[in-house]
């Protein structure tokens, strides 16, 4: 399985996430910005960060970036885009998945584990999993998901809702909400379920003796479901 | 000529720090606000010397970079 990270000026789990990969099988490569062409991949993954220093608007610079012609191009047929955190943000921005990252509802840089339930596995990136609730790591200032009254009827006719912010038991309400996101939102999918942008960092949740290992069960399900 | 923008965000998107200035100005006396929005100005000097067109590019701009239109509004103010 081949993998590809891109790096912005300003990312900064670009490591972190690429070290995650190759730790589950994936044979990654890891491409800058300004490069024009991706190379053969089965999976692409645009890391969290602060691309471009978020400014403008959060992954809005990044979003038209040289390279990203080209993930446009292997996303819009099919390819496997994963966006994380500030990924997130730039594949919102491109237009490939609905709505917008605001600012958090409270203001304040949002930094903890937390709990997510997963809505849809019918896709590859939960199809495996056995449980329904992960813990996993948040980091950001700009995560409270948004999105029109016409988008937000869309993806859920399409079932488009990854992810949700809960709480251990999987109860999703205002209390386990950390930045304001609409209905709880913590991940989505595209309409065909192969773009994926989340907040949460699996990558931060590969070992038990740093962290957690949710983020490991995911991306070993991600290779196997992928193959 | 150069072109001024503001963009603004939509109506029904929360705007957490212009509630935020809101209060604060409230608290330093300035009880009669009803509401602050807070958006983002630009001046945009572009080598087009026609009114008409200048402005179109920068509408161009706005829809394709300056301005998130699924939370955001442009309103160009000025050219001169």
């Keep these: ?227 | 000529m150069k072109v001024s923008v503001v963009i603004t965000l939509k109506k029904d998107v929360l705007d957490p720090q212009g509630k935020v200035i809101h209060q604060t100005l409230d608290g330093m006396g300035f009880s009669d606000i009803k509401e602050i929005r807070q958006g983002k100005y630009f001046e945009i000097n572009i080598k087009e010397n026609d009114k008409k067109k200048s402005e179109e590019k920068v509408e161009d701009m706005c829809k394709k970079l300056l301005a998130n239109l699924v939370i955001e509004d442009y309103k160009i103010i000025g050219s001169q």
């Design chain 1, 1 to 227: 399985m081949n993998s590809t990270v891109i790096t912005f000026p300003g990312s900064n789990c670009d490591r972190d996430i690429d070290v995650a990969l190759k730790k589950f099988g994936f044979k990654n490569k890891m491409i800058w910005h300004d490069d024009i062409e991706l190379p053969k991949s089965d999976l692409v993954v645009l890391p969290g960060g602060f691309s471009y220093g978020d400014y403008l608007r959060c992954g809005s610079i990044a979003s038209k970036s040289k390279i990203m012609k080209s993930v446009i191009d292997f996303a819009k047929s099919g390819g496997k885009v994963m966006g994380i955190c500030n990924g997130f943000q730039i594949l919102v921005e491109t237009g490939l998945l609905p709505g917008v990252l605001l600012r958090n509802k409270y203001l304040e840089f949002v930094c903890k584990n937390v709990f997510v339930k997963i809505n849809n596995k019918n896709n590859s990136y939960f199809k495996s999993f056995k449980k329904d609730i992960l813990e996993l790591h948040i980091a950001h200032n700009e995560g409270n998901y948004f999105c029109t009254k016409e988008q937000s009827k869309e993806i859920a006719d399409n079932d488009q809702i990854a992810l949700y912010y809960s709480d251990k038991d999987g109860k999703i309400d205002k209390d386990n909400n950390p930045n304001g996101s609409l209905k709880n939102i913590a991940g989505i999918f595209n309409k065909e379920k192969n773009i994926l942008g989340m907040m949460p960092h699996p990558e931060r949740m590969i070992d038990p003796a740093l962290s957690g290992e949710d983020g490991s069960i995911f991306f070993k399900n991600l290779i196997t479901d992928l193959k």
